[in-house]
C-alpha cells in the first residue's frame, strides 16, 4: 500500500514549502515540504520540483515504518493518517507508542485517541501540532468505521472483538 493522494496533500498542508532552510519548532534544520536535512546534505535553497522529490523519498521512509513497526493491515484512510503521523514524528515515535499497543490488539478506538497526545515540539503544545494530530485522529476514524461497517477492506488485527460486523445488515 502507498499513500494516497490525499495522504500527501495531508503532509503538504502540515509541512507547508519552505525554499529554504529553517529551524522547526523542534530546533531542526528543515527544507521543502518538512525534509529534515541530514548530516552530507546541503541546501541553500530548492525548487518546488525538488522539494516534491525529497517529499516522495521521505514520505517512503514513513511508509516503509509504518509498514515494518505496525506489522498489520489497514485501509487507505488508516494508512494515510499513520504515515502522515510518521512522517512528522519519525518511525520511532510510532513504535514507542501506546498507539502501536493498541493497534497490535486491535483497539482501534483507543489508538485513534491516542493521535491527539503528540502534540508538543521542544516540550511546548503548538497549535499546529495540535489540528494536525486531530485531522490524522480524523482520517484514522474514518478508516476505523469504513471498515467497521464492511464498506472498507478489514483490518486483520489480534482479538479484533468487530470482525464479526463486517458485512453485517442493518434493519
Request: hydrophobic fraction near 40%; proline fraction near 3%; aromatic fraction near 10%.
Amino acid at each position: 500500500m502507498n499513500t494516497s493522494n490525499l495522504g500527501i496533500a495531508l503532509i503538504k498542508e502540515f509541512e507547508s514549502f519552505s525554499p529554504k532552510p529553517y529551524l522547526c519548532p523542534a530546533g531542526k534544520l528543515t527544507i521543502g515540504y518538512g525534509h529534515l536535512i541530514k548530516a552530507g546534505e546541503t541546501f541553500t535553497t530548492l525548487t518546488e520540483e525538488e522539494a516534491l522529490f525529497l517529499l516522495k523519498k521521505d514520505v517512503e521512509i514513513a511508509e516503509n515504518a509504518v509498514k515494518t513497526i505496525a506489522g498489520c493491515s489497514f485501509n487507505q484512510y488508516m494508512f494515510d493518517a499513520l504515515v502522515s503521523f510518521c512522517f512528522n514524528l519519525g518511525g520511532g515515535a510510532l513504535e514507542q507508542s501506546t498507539l502501536l499497543s493498541y493497534l497490535k490488539i486491535g483497539r482501534l478506538k483507543d489508538a485513534a485517541k491516542e493521535f491527539e497526545k503528540w502534540n508538543k515540539a521542544g516540550g511546548q503544545v503548538l497549535q499546529g501540532l495540535v489540528i494536525r494530530r486531530k485531522t490524522e485522529k480524523i482520517l484514522f476514524e474514518a478508516g476505523r468505521l469504513e471498515a467497521k461497517n464492511g464498506n472498507g477492506k478489514p483490518y486483520p488485527l489480534k482479538n479484533n472483538r468487530s470482525k464479526a460486523k463486517f458485512g453485517a445488515k442493518r434493519r
